[in-house]
């Protein structure tokens, strides 16, 4: 299967929540460094609607679901708090997967970002 993660980047605004965050051992034998497993939020989403797996029903979009991600290099614990808000960066097709109706999702870098919405400073009077 492949991981259209640009797409997925667009339809989210590549903005998310950060929920929680965890070690990642690595791979050695796959050459995966260590890193951090982060549970993200979707904060938008303009994809095409879903079908919902349980009840067949559409869903009209992503908004306020979780998703895991790891970021291969990045230390443990992260700069980031719960609540934060967060784009991803140098998506690893190489080491992402489909497996049993989830994701294992592979980037290369994590930052912070303002909220959306929020003003940039040189914006406030």
Not at 41 to 51: A, F, M, Y
Not at 55 to 74: I, Q, R, S
Request: proline share 6%; aromatic share 12%.
């Amino acid at each position: 299967m492949v991981i259209l993660a640009d797409k997925f980047q667009q339809d989210t605004g590549n903005c998310y929540r950060v929920v929680g965050q965890r070690a990642y051992k690595g791979k050695p034998e796959a050459n995966l460094a260590a890193g951090t497993t982060f549970t993200l939020q979707i904060t938008e989403d303009s994809s095409e609607p879903v079908i919902d797996k349980k009840t067949g029903l559409p869903k009209d979009n992503n908004v306020f679901e979780t998703f895991d991600v790891t970021v291969v290099g990045c230390e443990y614990p992260a700069p980031f708090q719960k609540g934060d808000y967060v784009s991803l960066d140098g998506f690893m097709d190489e080491a992402s997967y489909y497996i049993d109706f989830n994701f294992v999702l592979r980037f290369r870098k994590i930052e912070k970002i303002a909220p959306p919405g929020a003003k940039k400073e040189s914006d406030k009077t």
